[in-house]
Nanobody
Framework: QLQLEESGGGLVQPGGSLRLSCQAS????????IGWFRQAPGKEREGVSC????????NYADSVKGRFTISRDNAKNTVYLQMNSLKPEDTAVYYC???????????????????WGKGTLVTVSS
């Protein structure tokens, strides 16, 4: 059964860090690009960071460059998002998605056939 499961969300103070994980199963993980997206209440979904099938190409939204780092471990079918220097505006539900595309295209416009997880909530607040 095809599945993407996010974990690692929670409540953190401004300036703090979290590491999100996206665990995949049920499909050939190491040929798919993986993207992290977020959606805050009342806002549109935003592509946060994406990584290609091998990990050799990554893409970041301007709002997170220098603070977030995406990586993948194909042996574990897992993609990570290390989030440092968190700000209140990073508060959102974070989703991971998988698709047969490039990292850049994944972040700009995920294909209609992308697989999606159910999301994990990140709250940055004092």
């Amino acid at each position: 059964q095809l599945q993407l499961e996010e974990s690692g969300g929670g409540l953190v103070q401004p300036g703090g860090s979290l590491r999100l994980s996206c665990q995949a199963s049920g499909f050939t993980f190491d040929v798919h690009a993986i993207g992290w997206f977020r959606q805050a209440p009342g806002k549109e979904r935003e592509g946060v960071s994406c990584i290609n099938y091998s990990g050799g190409s990554t893409n970041y939204a301007d709002s997170v460059k220098g603070r977030f780092t995406i990586s993948r471990d194909n042996a574990k079918n897992t993609v990570y998002l290390q989030m440092n220097s968190l700000k209140p505006e990073d508060t959102a539900v974070y989703y991971c998605a998988a698709a047969l595309t490039t990292a850049q295209r994944m972040c700009v416009e995920p294909p209609s056939r992308a697989y999606w997880g159910k999301g994990t909530l990140v709250t940055v607040s004092s």
